[in-house]
């Protein structure tokens, strides 16, 4: 990716009114948007040394979208509930490369 390119997805990424994540297809968690630490209860940073399976069993996230996502290589939407009590609509899209899962891009928005 480009300087440019990097520039760009931050902007998107940071300006974002839903809150996305972007997920490594081990689960691992790449960047998150900062609205998502209000959602999620927990900051951006403790959110990125983190991976979507712990998330979800820790219950901060319940499922988790990412992970229905590696699980099948296809687009999920489904109704997620958080551990600050709130509930989401969570979509989330693979991101192959020579088809090859390199990542999930996922974002939910307060319902």
Same mark, same amino acid.
């Given at each position: !990716? $480009?300087?440019?390119?990097?520039?760009?997805l931050k902007t998107?990424?940071d300006? %974002?009114?839903?809150h996305?994540?972007?997920?490594?297809?081990?689960?691992?968690?790449?960047?998150? $948007?900062?609205?998502? @630490? %209000?959602?999620?209860?927990? *900051?951006?940073? @403790?959110?990125?040394?983190?991976?979507?399976?712990r998330?979800?069993?820790?219950?901060?996230?319940?499922? *988790?979208? *990412?992970?229905e996502?590696?699980?099948?290589?296809?687009?999920?939407q489904?109704?997620?509930?958080?551990?600050?009590g709130?509930r989401?609509?969570?979509?989330?899209h693979?991101?192959?490369q020579?088809?090859?899962?390199?990542?999930?891009? $996922?974002?939910?928005m307060? !319902?």
């Open positions: !990716m $480009s300087e440019h390119d990097a520039l760009i998107i990424i300006t %974002a009114h839903d996305f994540f972007i997920v490594a297809p081990d689960g691992r968690i790449r960047d998150v $948007s900062p609205g998502a @630490a %209000a959602v999620y209860g927990m *900051s951006r940073e @403790a959110l990125c040394a983190t991976s979507v399976q998330l979800e069993a820790d219950g901060v996230l319940t499922p *988790s979208v *990412s992970l996502v590696i699980r099948t290589g296809r687009p999920v489904l109704e997620q509930r958080t551990g600050t709130r989401v609509i969570a979509q989330a693979p991101v192959f020579d088809e090859r899962l390199v990542a999930v891009v $996922s974002r939910s307060d !319902m």
